[in-house]
């Protein structure tokens, strides 16, 4: 069965997150999109059972709201990743190994949420674990 290309609705072009090694994704609307031309195109001597399409659209459901909680738990790790780094500045850091110490200037979060600092000489030093942090002292 051949379905034709369903039209954007209200002026907006079908689009689908796709990075570079994952497959396209599907909205919520383009998914009753398809279900609906999936209805309009079907055979009326074999018509497809009413409750594997309700079947497919909870299924879809559950999925999206899945991800929309994935997204939420990503929004709120990376905020309290940031406050944790926010509470590092001005702290003095030691490497496990002990070779790297100084005082952090500024801390760096990258896309995969690793942490690394920028100590007041310029240096730098992953903040992973075992790493030492205390107050810094202050000569009287």
């Given at each position: ?10 002026g907006q072009t079908p689009s689908t ?124």
């Open positions: 069965m051949s379905v034709n290309a369903i039209p954007p609705t209200s997150s796709q990075t570079p090694g994952t497959t396209p994704t599907v909205n919520y609307d383009q998914f009753l999109q398809l279900l609906i031309a999936e209805l309009q195109n079907q055979d009326p001597t074999q018509p497809t059972d009413p409750t594997q399409y309700m079947s497919q659209l909870a299924s879809f459901s559950q999925v999206e709201q899945q991800v929309q909680t994935n997204t939420t738990l990503s929004a709120m790790l990376t905020s309290s990743t940031l406050s944790q780094a926010d509470s590092l500045i001005g702290k003095n850091v030691a490497s496990s190994d002990g070779k790297t110490s100084g005082t952090v200037a500024s801390v760096t979060i990258a896309t995969d949420g690793t942490a690394t600092a920028t100590l007041t000489d310029g240096t730098t030093m992953s903040l992973a674990n075992g790493i030492t942090i205390s107050n810094p002292t202050t000569s009287q």
